[in-house]
Each structure stands twice: as structure tokens, then as C-alpha cells.
């Protein structure tokens, strides 16, 4: 019983994550471009979406993976979770707080 548990809780887990991932209501593609150039596109996209609302960040960038959770941290919003991309580079979904 406990394994079957377990394994119905990581479905549930595993909806609960793409939901999260599918309900982002703007993605912005920031492949291609170096540093500063992501953040500064998250900075200025993440004004396109209301308080509450998620957004997808795409690069491919090396050093998007230390500023993007460093600009959310300095700017209070919420790095949710990130995911390698099929074609290439990062997802970062992030959370507007404010």
C-alpha cells in the first residue's frame, strides 16, 4: 500500500508542477543573448503580467543560472522551479509577488 501511495502522490506531485509550468501567462525567449541581457529582458517583461501570475524566462546563457535566482531574491518575486529545455538552454519559472 505505502508504495502505491507514494506513487499516486508523485502524479498528483508531477500535475501539480506542469500545471504550474503550462499556466505561465507570458514566456519570454532570451536564447542567444548574454548577459545582461536576460535579466534585463525578465526585468522589464515582468510588468506584462499581474501580481500572482507566473512567467517563463528561456536562456541559454552560463550566467543565467546565478542572476536569474539572485534578481529574484533582490527584487522579491519567486524563482518556482527551472527545467532544461529540449532545444537548448533553461526555463525559469518565475512568480510575480509584487
Same mark, same amino acid.
Given at each position: 500500500? %505505502?508504495s502505491? @501511495?507514494? &506513487?499516486?502522490?508523485? *502524479?498528483?506531485?508531477?500535475? +501539480?508542477? !506542469?500545471? #504550474?509550468?503550462?499556466?505561465?501567462?507570458?514566456?519570454?525567449?532570451?536564447?542567444?543573448?548574454?548577459?545582461?541581457?536576460?535579466?534585463?529582458?525578465?526585468?522589464? %517583461?515582468?510588468? @506584462?503580467? &499581474?501580481v500572482?501570475? *507566473?512567467?517563463?524566462?528561456? +536562456?541559454? !546563457?552560463? #550566467?543565467?543560472?546565478?542572476?536569474?535566482?539572485?534578481?529574484?531574491?533582490?527584487?522579491?518575486?519567486?524563482?518556482?522551479s527551472?527545467?532544461?529545455?529540449?532545444?537548448?538552454?533553461?526555463?525559469?519559472?518565475?512568480?510575480?509577488?509584487?
Open positions: 500500500m %505505502r502505491a @501511495d507514494r &506513487d499516486d502522490h508523485s *502524479d498528483r506531485d508531477h500535475s +501539480a508542477w !506542469d500545471a #504550474a509550468w503550462n499556466g505561465a501567462r507570458l514566456t519570454v525567449d532570451a536564447r542567444g543573448r548574454r548577459c545582461p541581457l536576460p535579466i534585463i529582458e525578465l526585468a522589464r %517583461r515582468i510588468r @506584462d503580467i &499581474d500572482g501570475a *507566473d512567467l517563463q524566462l528561456w +536562456a541559454d !546563457d552560463p #550566467a543565467a543560472a546565478h542572476d536569474v535566482p539572485a534578481w529574484c531574491r533582490m527584487r522579491a518575486q519567486e524563482l518556482i527551472t527545467r532544461e529545455l529540449a532545444d537548448g538552454g533553461t526555463a525559469y519559472l518565475v512568480h510575480r509577488l509584487s
